[in-house]
C-alpha cells in the first residue's frame, strides 16, 4: 500500500520533529508500515515486553510499504512493515526479512447472502454483475488505489479478474478507500459491500467481516500451507543493517516458537529465508 505524496510528507515529517526525544530512549522500538501487520506486531511487542520490562514499542498508523521503507531510511522508524521486497535502490542499507505469508481473501459484509464464489463469478461481480445480491440489497464493491498492493494481489488472481478490475476502477462513485484499515471498516459497516483485504488483518483486528471461499476452498491457513488456498501476501520486516541489538532481539522473537503461535492466531504462517 503506498500513500500519496502529500500525506507521506506529513507523516515523515511528524516522525522526524519527534526524532530527537526517540533517539535518547535506546529501548524505544518504532514500528510503521502496512496496516495489514500492525495489529500483530502490536501484540507481539506486548508478549516480548513481559520478559523485557525495559524495551518499549510505538506502532504507528498504517502508513503502506512504501511509507515504512522510507520511514527507514529517513531515521523516523526502527522496524517497518512491508508487503513487498525491497528494490534495488532501497537495498543499500537496508534488509528485507520475510516472515510470515498471509491468506488474501475477498470478504464481504456480515449478513451478505453468500458462501463462495467461483473465480468467474468473482470476475463479473467486477464487470457489475449482478448488481443486488440474492435478498434485493445492493453490491457495493470496495476498491483500492491501483498502486495498492490488494490491486496488484487481485490482479494476479486470474487473467479475467484483472480485466474486470479494470472495468471496476474506471465506473463512476465505486468507493476507494487508501488504507486498509479504511477498506476493512467499509466491508464491515457498509450492507451489501464486498472486497479484498488479509486474513491476517481480519483475525488481528477482530474485523467482523464474512470471508468468501473461492471456487469452494474456504481462505485458512490450513488450505494455505496444503497448497488448495494459493492467494496470498507475503510479508516483510524492513530493518537498517546496522539495526541495534533491541531491534534484532525482538526480530529474533517473532521467528521464535512464542512469535510464531503469535502469527499463526493471528492469520499468518510463519516463513523464514
Known sequence: MFLNCNRLICVLASFCLSAPA???ADSLIRIGGSGMGLATLRILVTEYSLNHPGITAKVYPSM???GSIKGIQAGALDIGISSRTLTISE???LLAHPYAKTPFVIAAAPGTPLDSLSLNQLAKLYLGSPRTWADGTPVRLILRPT?????AALQSVSPEIAQALNHAQQRVGLLVPDTDQEAASALEKLPGAIGSTTLA?????KRKVKLIAL???KPSLENLANGSYP??????LIL???ASLDIRSFVEFIFSPAGKLILEANGQLPVRE
Open 240 to 242: 537498517r543493517r546496522n
Open 147 to 151: 498502486t495498492d498492493s490488494d490491486h
Open 201 to 205: 488483518l481480519v483475525l488481528s483486528e
Open 22 to 24: 526517540v533517539a535518547a
Open 215 to 217: 471456487d469452494d476452498v
Open 64 to 66: 503502506g510499504s512504501s
Open 231 to 236: 492467494y496470498h501476501k507475503k510479508m516483510f
Open 91 to 93: 537495498q543499500g542499507t
